[in-house]
Antibody
């Protein structure tokens, strides 16, 4: 059964880069079959899709993030790691949110995101 | 971007009630509409895709309908575990967008 788990610092200083990792278990990123997404939820607000990466490395980002976001697949320095990452640079307090990773089946991407991580809270503050 | 607007923003209902949530798109999205359930501290859960297809494992009391710009999520008989926030999401174009959410609370 596919499972996703987000990890990373819970506190980031303004103007710095937010870096999060999503660990995938029960499936392999490199075998294809999925788009790997990042979504966030600002406090008390709705969900915002940030972007996705395909196993080939191709990406698509939400234009509202104005080029601040990068999603990549981690080349494993440790055997067996199966992860993709989010980097968001020049953060401000407006980037404080719960960040989720999620999966979309590439056989029909319009079917939405069917597996999600539990989310990780990131606060931007000095 | 395609704007998604849900109504109401919140509602109070009792166990056993029939509940309907509406989602409107700023342009036609045909049937490229998905519904999610989200409980605090939990991962969002895909309930319905393609406007009316129930995701595997989702109880049959959930149903979806609509096409074009107006869609509805219906819970036929509200259960205690259904108290949550519900989001619609358009997948018509790759700039996926969500509605602002509808919180279903206990009356």
């Amino acid at each position: 059964q596919l499972q996703l788990q987000e990890s990373g610092p819970g506190l980031v200083k303004p103007s710095e880069t937010l870096s999060l990792t999503c660990t995938v278990s029960g499936g392999s990123i490199s075998s294809g079959g999925s788009y790997w997404n990042w979504i966030r939820q600002h406090p008390g607000k709705g969900l915002e899709w940030m972007g996705y990466i395909y196993y080939s490395g191709s990406t698509y980002y939400n234009p509202s993030l104005r080029g601040r976001v990068t999603i990549s697949i981690d080349t494993s320095k440790n055997q067996g790691k199966n992860q993709f990452s989010l980097k968001l640079n020049s953060v401000t307090a407006a980037d404080t949110a719960v960040y989720y990773c999620a999966r979309t089946d590439d056989s029909n991407p319009s079917r939405g995101m069917d597996v999600w991580g539990q989310g990780t809270t990131v606060t931007v503050s000095s | 971007d395609i704007q998604m607007t849900q109504s109401p923003s919140s509602l109070s209902a009792s166990v056993g009630d029939r509940v309907t949530v509406t989602c409107r798109a700023s342009q036609s999205i045909i049937s490229y509409l998905n519904w999610y359930q989200h409980k605090p501290g939990k991962a969002p859960r895909l309930l319905i895709y393609a406007a009316s297809t129930l995701q595997s494992g989702v109880p049959s009391r959930f149903s979806g309908s609509g096409s074009g710009t107006v869609f509805t999520l219906t819970i036929s008989s509200l259960q205690p575990e259904d108290f949550a926030t519900y989001y619609c999401q358009q997948s018509y174009n790759v700039r996926w967008t969500f509605g602002q959410g509808t919180k279903v609370e206990i009356k």
